[in-house]
């Protein structure tokens, strides 16, 4: 069940993105290029910097935990409609985690 819900977003996602497709299967590319086309510019004017990165290492970070950083995945794709699918929601998370909070699993 898994593996046809994961080819099902594969295929749904090599429909759609044909330009990124080659990373489909690759999680933390697959993050990165999340990252940068739907989180990355809002994050940069957010924080006020122009660097949509800042936000993920703020000092005052209320990211302490791997939970807390997929439940604000999870806060920010929903409230802000931006449509991913679970599969996503988990690669940007593994992405964010490797690229700037390090959290042991
Ligand atoms: C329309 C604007 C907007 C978009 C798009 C957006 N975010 Fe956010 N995000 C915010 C704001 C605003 C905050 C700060 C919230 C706060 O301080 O309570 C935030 C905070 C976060 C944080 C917490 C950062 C920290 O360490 O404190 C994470 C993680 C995050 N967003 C992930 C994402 C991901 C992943 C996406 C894309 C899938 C995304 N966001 C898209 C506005 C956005």
Redesign the pocket.
Same mark, same amino acid.
């Given at each position: 069940m898994k593996f046809l819900i994961k080819s099902l977003a594969l295929a749904v996602m090599a429909t759609f993105l044909l330009s990124s497709s080659v990373f489909a299967n690759e999680p933390l590319a697959n993050g990165k290029v999340?990252?940068q086309e739907?989180?990355y510019?809002?994050?940069a004017?957010?924080t006020g910097f122009g660097n949509g990165d800042m936000? =993920?290492?703020?000092s005052?970070?209320?990211?302490t935990t791997l939970a807390k950083?997929n439940s604000?995945?999870s806060?920010?794709?929903s409230e802000?409609r931006?449509d991913?699918f679970p599969e996503?929601?988990s690669d940007?998370?593994k992405y964010?985690n490797q690229q700037? =909070?390090k959290f042991k699993p």
């Open positions: 999340i990252d739907k989180c510019a809002c994050h004017k957010k936000i =993920y290492t703020r005052d970070s209320k990211v950083l604000m995945i806060v920010c794709n802000l931006l991913l996503d929601e940007v998370s964010l700037f =909070y």
